[in-house]
């Protein structure tokens, strides 16, 4: 890979970093370099490719102009750094991820094999072209390469299909076979990781840049909705999911005492629907083993966290398939069933759906849109 665009394309490629680097050694340079009026237009097609990220539409590239304009990328992280709104964050590795993915579509299988190799150190290999795979047993000519499972699951629990689960995929010998597509959904996958785990150390900015940094936050505030916290009611209190209903109703009646996991599960959900430290101390307050004092320190410390993807308060509340492993999902164990728990894979999705149900005049009691309008991600 060798061009100025392919560089462009692929910021996370070992020749995109050298040439940034080539460039600018670090943040503390590029900012200097980007204060000189010569260099403005990266900072502009930086600000292009935020607010491309804010809408969500395509992130387009024009043929170079000049080798620097490979600067674009990390001054776009750095836009979005100095803001430090994590759904920001969220929504450009979102859009970068999905460029490269629909980037990679056109690039030759070599191409791909050694992007992956070479920017992530991973392992892998071509299985041949149709001519050699004709040996191979029927089921696997679809195959087009084999990635070490290592490599392979450094991305893929980040995809909830059932096909990207280990159990799932032909392994030999610790190499899993994938298909072309597949490892380019691998590699966006990874890139994506990238961006919203990775720590910039943002320098002092200078004017223009700071000027950019501003421009982008005012179109922040009207495009991305900031946590709004739902205020808990008779009527959204009906939305809560089969699983939170049952410890909610537990704690509150007093009548068992609820497991570290469940006090855990349930005191995130309430934090992340809106309820208050002091609201959500008081549905702990009437267990029989209740320690007032634990129950406000756990509550608490639950409160604290910040996820990484979200604005709002507290942990992200346990998903299904950890409560399912923990006994805790009633839909799972056979014991009750709503047709909504089919298309959720955690609870706040299954209550934010309800609730805007229950929310509708009149409420929306016929479930038979979910079928239409959503995906199934689970069956019991
Ligand atoms: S499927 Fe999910 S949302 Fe529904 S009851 Fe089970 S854990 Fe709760």
Redesign the pocket.
Known sequence: MSSNLQQLKYPFSVSARQASTRLARDLGALVKLLEHPDNHYIIEEAERRVYAAITQSEISFSDMRDEKEVLVYPTARVIVEEIGNAKLRALQAEAESKAVNRLLGDEESDFVEDLATSSFGWKVESLGDLHKRAKMELALRSFEFRIRFENFLEVAPDFHADEWKLINRYVDRGWVLIRRKELNRLISGRFRQIIVFGQLDIPKLSRRLTEAVHRVEEEVKGKIRQYEPVKITGQITSAF??????MYDKSISGTGNLSHDARFALAAFLLRIGMSEDEVNKVFGHSPDRDTRLIEYQVGHISSKRSISSESPGYTP????K??TNN?????LGL?F?P???Y????L???STRAWELSRTPPITNHSWYSKSKDKK?S?
């Open positions: 999911p089969p699983c939170i209903q049952e346990t998903g299904c398939k409560l399912q805790l999902c009633p839909v799972y009750t709503d909504l728990c089919e959720v894979l955690n609870p999705a299954f209550y689970q019991f």
